[in-house]
């Protein structure tokens, strides 16, 4: 059974940073695309960064650029969402996944648990 599973969350003032893990398991997925999605009470998914199988081209949408860098570690099966600069407005569960296509739009093969991040102004 394929398995996500993030940590890393937890509550960080207006400004500061957080680093997000997801472990996988189950499978090999270093030639696989990777993403995060979050999702705010009331509010819609959010696609906020892909990563290509090659590591060479990504994507985030302009809510997060220059301040969200995904990157990823295949020896560990690891997939990593760095944050930095962080708004109020980030508060949300953050989701790790495997893609099977970066997109526009992306396209999901697997999704982790989710793991909740709190900004507080």
């Known amino acids: 059974q394929v398995q996500l599973v993030e940590s890393g969350g937890g509550l960080v003032q207006t400004g500061g940073s957080l680093r997000l893990s997801c472990a996988a398991s189950?499978?090999?997925?270093?030639?696989?695309?990777v993403g995060w999605f979050r999702q705010a009470p009331g509010k819609e998914r959010e696609f906020v960064a892909g990563?290509?199988?090659?590591?060479?081209?990504?994507y985030y949408p302009d809510s997060v650029k220059g301040r969200f860098t995904i990157s990823r570690y295949n020896a560990k099966n690891t997939i990593y969402l760095q944050m930095n600069s962080l708004k109020p407005e980030d508060t949300a569960v953050y989701y790790c996944?495997?893609?099977?296509?970066?997109?526009?739009?992306?396209?999901?093969?697997?999704w982790g648990q989710g793991t909740q991040v709190t900004v507080s102004s």
């Open positions: 189950g499978g090999t997925f270093s030639s696989y695309a």
């Open positions: 996944t495997v893609l099977l296509r970066v997109g526009p739009p992306p396209a999901v093969a697997f």
């Open positions: 990563l290509t199988w090659s590591g060479q081209m990504t």
